[in-house]
């Protein structure tokens, strides 16, 4: 009787067999790139199972699964975007896939025309936030560091930054997106001024030297970003104690929340005495810097809240060619920026940032008996908005209101005058970055302002793109039009005039491989509309045109290696600049005194590891810059010998938190030449005598000591240096 | 590096009676590693933490193999890559696992990679938070000796560098030689690597 069933038997199990294997797919496929290149070790999985495959050498995956009906089939690689596709299992046999690459990745090209960083996540970074404090020549300014970039002219007795054939009003600086009124520390004649504030609350910093986003505007040469630190690591102390005065610092954190805060003192009276320099100095450079960063992290944002103070006090008596007993300057600053920002996701896709800041200077002023008092309330407000398409489309959205109001007295015994202005601007900007592939990208983006003052309402475009021209090698072009209204020393004597303009063209090929980066950058600048008048210096009274115009073009080198020498990083930095101009009493146009030929920097830093010191030089070259010698025809006809300047340093650290730090400006004692004063009437002779301008000190010495006391005894100061 | 990279080599002997899948899974993913199979073994873990929302353990693994095999890694391209695909599996571990010293522990290494890939630009940014991390796990699980041996190994380095007394170090990797005398896993499929290394750094340093 078994013999009998036994066929049926055997039916029986192979339909048993065959159903239980119909409950069990084979999902199957080749993962590729778009250029059709397999991809070698994808995982290929179904959402929410433990069902899934490596793809091979070739690309394939194959995989059974005992799931029936509709799953997620999940594919992630590094460094392309996760596919997902939903679907039947048992249609999911043969499967070709595509991935996209993620264009968040290193290798996507950047937009990097104009652009230089200073951060460590940053794609084109060519300045790392330490180099702001190691660089020999910047004694602890970031401008100082930055003026060894290309793009920059050496106008070594001002200290701001000139860029690209542009005065130094024509930079703006702007912490966490929002505008800085009075960037740089008060100082007179030959004195150089500093950024106001310190490099440690900062940790990236980009600095474009043309074509800059929409988003920012009122600058015709150049825009510097400050970022605040978003989260500090540690709750910790920093003393420092200088030569030239002491500096006490403070962070607290409590779980979301943390504030640092950060007091100077700077008094060069000691420092003055012991090496005696040009000046007459009544009451020595003396200032006290305090600021904080209040920092609150929420759920989908973080809110930032920064405030500075400062007072600056000195009064000297310089050389000066026409007044036998010197020029005597008084100044009194107190200077009040505060700014807050809040940024955070409003949904996955929308950005939103949103900030203000709040600008209160005064300044009073004593030049010989004339009395100059002064008052500046500046304000700024921001929004603005991100939508992020996909990783390949973003949008940028925002809006500005600038709000400035300035008033000036000034008292002389024979003359007495009040003048002032206020000024609003208004502005909106809409910008869009486009990732075509990882090797082409282009940002457009469009500005538009309104002034109140001068009813005047200006559009600009701006457009960069940059394409791969190889593994590490890149090719960018910007363009862009910049509106930027005339500066607060005309502005206040006529507010009848219009923006000043510039147009910028920009080339770039950059190389990035392997710790090594070199930049090449052709550019050319127009410029329209510049502020004419017809004394030396802006005055009271004086006929102000919009007259003037010029250009600036040139080509600017950056070299950057810390590969082919062990321990051993330095970078070389070259600009060439051609530009002329005519404008303020200009007769004709002209190459002015701050837009020399040539400028050269090379900084080195060696860290020497038996001695556990990092030590660093600089060196600065400009060409000679122009002036006009009254006794020959002609206009800024001649020249001044070139400028040189090596400096030193060396960081010792004695432990993890105590460090040892000397430095020494122009170690080799130049004698650098900044221009010449002539005298306004000839001798008997029938020459005009002329006084050299010379720094007021050729050599200056720096000595601090920087202890930083926190729990885990490993954090210091040489971020601060 | 050598040390972390023998640190990972760990070794699971799991024998179970009833093993469920997830159990399965893991074992399975941890063949593969010692089969020299990171990436099937990482992608594994992958699929295990994605199906598996209330686990930490295999987005800890998947995010480890990527760390310790960035440590190899002389392209800065491919580094960022695989750094930043143990970010995300990190990421997932502490969403699934909140305030947890494994997870923080590992954090610490993942900036120690970032550091070791050069020191003169993370190595002031990154060195803090490193020694903050495996603080923040001893003051959760001051007797385990896997945190206790990790934040001595970090910080007797740099103290033998300065010519500071090792002594306090010393003293603590001593301890957790003792400490991994009796310790046990705190659970199944924990991580129980140590034992063996923290002999050889009291060797290193300390004799």
Same mark, same amino acid.
């Given at each position: 009787?078994?013999?009998?069933?036994?066929?049926?038997?055997?039916?029986?199990?192979?339909?048993?067999?065959?159903?239980?294997?119909?409950?069990?797919?084979?999902?199957?496929?080749?993962?590729?790139?778009?250029?059709?290149?397999?991809?070698? #070790?994808?995982?290929?999985?179904?959402?929410?199972?433990?069902?899934?495959?490596?793809?091979?050498?070739?690309?394939?995956?194959?995989?059974?699964?005992?799931?029936?009906?509709?799953? /997620?089939?999940?594919?992630?690689?590094?460094?392309?975007?996760?596919?997902?596709?939903?679907?039947?299992?048992?249609?999911?046999?043969?499967? /070709?896939?595509?991935?996209?690459?993620?264009?968040?990745?290193?290798?996507?090209?950047?937009?990097?025309?104009?652009?230089?960083?200073?951060?460590?996540?940053?794609?084109?970074?060519?300045?790392?936030?330490?180099?702001?404090?190691?660089?020999?020549?910047?004694?602890?300014?970031?401008?100082?560091?930055?003026?060894?970039?290309?793009?920059?002219?050496?106008?070594?007795?001002?200290?701001?930054?000139?860029?690209?054939?542009?005065?130094?009003?024509?930079?703006?600086?702007?912490?966490? #997106?929002?505008?800085?009124?009075?960037?740089? $520390?008060?100082?007179?004649?030959?004195?150089?001024?500093?950024?106001?504030?310190?490099?440690?609350?900062?940790?990236?910093?980009?600095?474009?030297?043309?074509?800059?986003?929409?988003?920012?505007?009122?600058?015709?040469?150049?825009?510097?970003?400050?970022?605040?630190?978003?989260?500090?690591?540690?709750?910790?102390?920093?003393?420092?104690?200088?030569?030239?005065?002491?500096?006490?610092?403070?962070?607290?954190?409590?779980?979301?929340?943390?504030?640092?805060?950060?007091?100077?003192?700077?008094?060069?009276?000691?420092?003055?005495?012991?090496?005696?320099?040009?000046?007459?100095?009544?009451?020595?450079?003396?200032?006290?810097?305090?600021?904080?960063?209040?920092?609150?992290?929420?759920?989908?944002?973080?809110?930032?809240?920064?405030?500075?103070?400062?007072?600056?006090?000195?009064?000297?008596?310089?050389?000066?060619?026409?007044?036998?007993?010197?020029?005597?300057?008084?100044?009194?600053?107190?200077?009040?920026?505060?700014?807050?920002?809040?940024?955070?996701?409003?949904?996955?896709?929308?950005?939103?940032?949103?900030?203000?800041?709040?600008?209160?200077?005064?300044?009073?002023?004593?030049?010989?008996?004339?009395?100059?008092?002064?008052?500046?309330?500046?304000?700024?407000?921001?929004?603005?908005?991100?939508?992020?398409?996909?990783?390949?489309?973003?949008?940028?959205?925002?809006?500005?209101?600038?709000?400035?109001?300035?008033?000036?007295?000034?008292?002389?015994?024979?003359?007495?005058?009040?003048?002032?202005?206020?000024?609003?601007?208004?502005?909106?900007?809409?910008?869009?970055?486009?990732?075509?592939?990882?090797?082409?990208?282009?940002?457009?983006?469009?500005?538009?302002?309104?002034?109140?003052?001068?009813?005047?309402?200006?559009?600009?475009?701006?457009?960069?793109?940059?394409?791969?021209?190889?593994?590490?090698?890149?090719?960018?072009?910007?363009?862009?039009?910049?509106?930027?209204?005339?500066?607060?020393?005309?502005?206040?004597?006529?507010?009848?005039?219009?923006?000043?303009? $510039?147009?910028?063209?920009?080339?770039?090929?950059?190389?990035?491989?392997?710790?090594?980066?070199?930049?090449?950058?052709?550019?050319?600048?127009?410029?329209?509309?510049?502020?004419?008048?017809?004394?030396?210096?802006?005055?009271?009274?004086? /006929?102000?045109?919009?007259?003037?115009?010029?250009?600036?073009?040139?080509?600017?080198?950056?070299?950057?290696?810390?590969?082919?020498?062990?321990?051993?990083?330095?970078?070389?930095?070259?600009?060439?600049?051609?530009?002329?101009?005519?404008?303020?009493?200009?007769?004709?146009?002209?190459?002015?005194?701050?837009?020399?030929?040539?400028?050269?920097?090379?900084?080195?830093?060696?860290?020497?590891?038996?001695?556990?010191?990092?030590?660093?030089?600089?060196?600065?070259?400009?060409?000679?810059?122009?002036?006009?010698?009254?006794?020959?025809?002609?206009?800024?006809?001649?020249?001044?010998?070139?400028?040189?300047?090596?400096?030193?340093?060396?960081?010792?650290?004695?432990?993890?938190?105590?460090?040892?730090?000397?430095?020494?400006?122009?170690?080799?004692?130049?004698?650098?030449?900044?221009?010449?004063?002539?005298?306004?009437?000839?001798?008997?002779?029938?020459?005009?005598?002329?006084? /050299?301008?010379?720094?007021?000190?050729?050599?200056?010495?720096?000595?601090?000591?920087?202890?930083?006391?926190?729990?885990?005894?490993?954090?210091?100061?040489?971020?601060?240096? | 590096?050598?040390?972390?990279?023998?640190?990972?080599?760990?070794?699971?002997?799991?024998?179970?009676?009833?093993?469920?899948?997830?159990?399965?899974?893991?074992?399975?993913?941890?063949?593969?590693?010692?089969?020299?199979?990171?990436?099937?073994?990482?992608?594994?873990?992958?699929?295990?933490?994605?199906?598996?929302?209330?686990?930490?353990?295999?987005?800890?693994?998947?995010?480890?193999?990527?760390?310790?095999?960035?440590?190899?890694?002389?392209?800065?391209?491919?580094?960022?890559?695989?750094?930043?695909?143990?970010?995300?599996?990190?990421?997932?571990?502490?969403?699934?696992?909140?305030?947890?010293?494994?997870?923080?522990?590992?954090?610490?290494?993942?900036?120690?990679?970032?550091?070791?890939?050069?020191?003169?630009?993370?190595?002031?940014?990154?060195?803090?938070?490193?020694?903050?991390?495996?603080?923040?796990?001893?003051?959760?699980?001051?007797?385990?000796?896997?945190?206790?041996?990790?934040?001595?190994?970090?910080?007797?380095?740099?103290?033998?560098?300065?010519?500071?007394?090792?002594?306090?170090?010393?003293?603590?990797?001593?301890?957790?030689?003792?400490?991994?005398?009796?310790?046990?896993?705190?659970?199944?499929?924990?991580?129980?690597?140590?034992?063996?290394?923290?002999?050889?750094?009291?060797?290193?340093?300390?004799?």
């Amino acid at each position: 009787m078994f013999q009998h069933y036994q066929p049926y038997l055997f039916f029986l199990i192979a339909v048993l067999f065959s159903f239980t294997s119909s409950a069990q797919h084979t999902v199957s496929g080749v993962v590729t790139q778009a250029n059709g290149n397999p991809i070698m #070790g994808a995982n290929v999985y179904l959402e929410g199972t433990y069902d899934g495959a490596t793809t091979t050498e070739d690309g394939t995956f194959s995989f059974e699964t005992s799931e029936e009906g509709t799953y /997620t089939l999940v594919i992630s690689f590094i460094s392309f975007e996760p596919y997902r596709k939903v679907g039947l299992i048992s249609e999911m046999k043969g499967l /070709t896939i595509i991935l996209k690459e993620d264009l968040n990745t290193l290798d996507t090209v950047v937009l990097s025309a104009g652009t230089f960083e200073a951060s460590d996540n940053s794609k084109v970074s060519v300045l790392k936030p330490l180099d702001v404090v190691t660089t020999a020549s910047a004694l602890g300014d970031f401008v100082g560091a930055l003026q060894t970039l290309p793009g920059t002219t050496t106008v070594a007795e001002d200290g701001r930054l000139f860029v690209r054939g542009g005065d130094a009003g024509e930079t703006q600086v702007f912490i966490d #997106g929002i505008r800085v009124f009075t960037p740089y $520390t008060p100082t007179t004649n030959n004195i150089p001024s500093r950024g106001r504030y310190s490099p440690f609350l900062f940790d990236g910093i980009t600095f474009s030297t043309g074509g800059y986003s929409a988003e920012y505007g009122q600058a015709l040469s150049s825009v510097l970003l400050l970022n605040t630190v978003d989260e500090p690591d540690q709750e910790k102390t920093d003393i420092s104690i200088m030569t030239v005065g002491a500096g006490l610092g403070n962070t607290q954190i409590w779980g979301d929340t943390s504030l640092s805060i950060n007091a100077s003192y700077i008094n060069l009276a000691p420092y003055v005495a012991a090496f005696p320099d040009r000046n007459d100095w009544e009451k020595p450079f003396e200032a006290f810097a305090g600021e904080g960063v209040f920092r609150k992290k929420m759920k989908n944002g973080m809110l930032k809240w920064y405030a500075a103070f400062d007072a600056t006090r000195f009064a000297l008596t310089q050389e000066d060619i026409n007044l036998s007993e010197g020029l005597y300057f008084k100044l009194n600053n107190n200077n009040l920026y505060t700014n807050a920002s809040y940024e955070g996701e409003l949904s996955d896709t929308w950005n939103l940032l949103a900030g203000g800041s709040y600008t209160y200077a005064i300044n009073d002023i004593k030049v010989m008996d004339g009395d100059v008092t002064n008052t500046n309330h500046s304000a700024h407000m921001k929004v603005k908005l991100k939508k992020r398409f996909n990783s390949r489309v973003k949008l940028y959205l925002g809006g500005e209101q600038f709000l400035s109001d300035f008033e000036e007295q000034f008292q002389d015994p024979n003359f007495q005058a009040s003048y002032g202005y206020q000024n609003d601007i208004s502005a909106l900007f809409a910008e869009t970055d486009l990732t075509f592939s990882r090797k082409f990208a282009v940002k457009l983006g469009l500005r538009s302002e309104y002034s109140p003052l001068f009813d005047q309402a200006t559009v600009s475009p701006r457009a960069s793109l940059a394409y791969k021209t190889s593994k590490n090698g890149q090719i960018s072009v910007a363009y862009g039009d910049f509106y930027q209204q005339p500066n607060q020393d005309i502005l206040k004597f006529e507010q009848d005039l219009e923006a000043r303009k $510039t147009q910028h063209y920009i080339l770039n090929y950059q190389y990035v491989a392997d710790n090594r980066i070199f930049r090449a950058e052709l550019y050319r600048k127009d410029y329209a509309n510049l502020v004419t008048f017809s004394s030396e210096m802006p005055t009271l009274g004086d /006929t102000f045109e919009n007259g003037g115009d010029g250009y600036a073009q040139g080509l600017d080198l950056f070299w950057r290696d810390n590969k082919s020498i062990k321990n051993f990083d330095y970078w070389i930095s070259y600009s060439y600049l051609d530009s002329e101009r005519k404008y303020r009493n200009y007769p004709t146009a002209a190459r002015p005194p701050f837009a020399n030929e040539h400028n050269l920097s090379v900084v080195g830093k060696y860290w020497i590891d038996d001695w556990r010191s990092q030590v660093g030089f600089s060196y600065q070259y400009g060409s000679g810059r122009n002036y006009t010698n009254p006794n020959e025809s002609g206009f800024l006809q001649q020249q001044t010998k070139s400028y040189n300047n090596i400096s030193l340093n060396w960081a010792y650290l004695l432990s993890q938190q105590k460090i040892l730090y000397f430095s020494v400006q122009n170690a080799l004692g130049f004698r650098n030449v900044n221009g010449y004063q002539y005298a306004n009437t000839p001798n008997p002779a029938g020459t005009f005598d002329r006084r /050299t301008l010379r720094p007021a000190a050729d050599q200056f010495f720096f000595v601090g000591f920087f202890w930083t006391i926190s729990d885990d005894k490993r954090d210091n100061q040489l971020d601060n240096l | 590096m050598k040390t972390i990279i023998t640190i990972a080599i760990c070794l699971f002997t799991f024998t179970g009676v009833a093993q469920n899948q997830y159990e399965k899974g893991m074992q399975k993913a941890f063949e593969l590693w010692q089969e020299n199979k990171p990436l099937e073994a990482a992608n594994l873990f992958e699929r295990i933490g994605n199906a598996e929302s209330d686990k930490w353990l295999p987005y800890y693994y998947a995010s480890q193999i990527y760390i310790l095999q960035s440590f190899n890694e002389k392209d800065e391209t491919a580094l960022k890559a695989k750094l930043e695909t143990a970010l995300n599996f990190l990421n997932d571990a502490k969403t699934n696992s909140d305030n947890n010293p494994y997870v923080m522990t590992l954090e610490a290494l993942y900036y120690t990679a970032w550091i070791a890939y050069d020191g003169q630009k993370y190595g002031m940014k990154y060195a803090g938070k490193v020694t903050q991390l495996y603080e923040k796990a001893i003051a959760i699980s001051p007797e385990n000796p896997i945190f206790i041996l990790a934040k001595a190994e970090w910080e007797i380095g740099s103290a033998k560098y300065f010519g500071q007394p090792l002594d306090p170090y010393c003293k603590d990797i001593q301890r957790a030689i003792d400490l991994f005398a009796t310790f046990e896993p705190e659970g199944q499929f924990y991580p129980s690597y140590g034992a063996e290394r923290a002999p050889e750094v009291l060797e290193m340093y300390c004799k």
